[in-house]
């Protein structure tokens, strides 16, 4: 399996990123869906959805192709697919 040196300097197996940054997604997303339950007022009822497939189902679902072919994950292509996707999923739910 190929490693990728993280910004920190550890080595980070892009699958692995992907997979830790979609349960961050997952966490908001059940925690925004909970706050709109309690509360009853679903105005984010969208933003919820956005999180939800486009933060942990589509990045687990990345995490899962990287980790399964750690070649296509070790490439350039890899790395530069993780940061403009997280970098394109913030812009679109802050947007």
Same mark, same amino acid.
């Given at each position: 399996?190929q490693?990728?040196q993280?910004?920190?300097?550890?080595?980070?197996?892009?699958?692995?990123?992907?997979?830790?940054? =979609?349960s *961050?997604? %997952? $966490?908001i997303?059940?925690?925004?869906? +909970?706050?709109?339950?309690?509360?009853?007022?679903?105005?984010? &009822?969208?933003?919820? =959805?956005? *999180?939800? %497939? $486009?933060g942990?189902a589509?990045?687990a +679902?990345?995490?899962?192709?990287?980790?399964?072919f750690?070649? &296509?994950?070790?490439?350039?292509?890899?790395?530069?697919?993780?940061?403009?996707?997280?970098?394109?999923?913030?812009?679109?739910l802050?947007?």
């Amino acid at each position: 399996m190929q490693l990728k040196q993280s910004m920190i300097g550890e080595a980070v197996n892009v699958g692995i990123a992907f997979i830790k940054v =979609a349960s *961050v997604y %997952l $966490l908001i997303g059940v925690s925004l869906g +909970l706050y709109m339950g309690i509360s009853e007022n679903f105005q984010y &009822a969208p933003v919820h =959805a956005h *999180v939800n %497939l $486009l933060g942990w189902a589509t990045m687990a +679902l990345f995490g899962l192709v990287y980790h399964y072919f750690p070649r &296509a994950g070790g490439s350039k292509l890899g790395k530069v697919h993780f940061w403009l996707y997280n970098i394109g999923a913030i812009a679109l739910l802050l947007g």
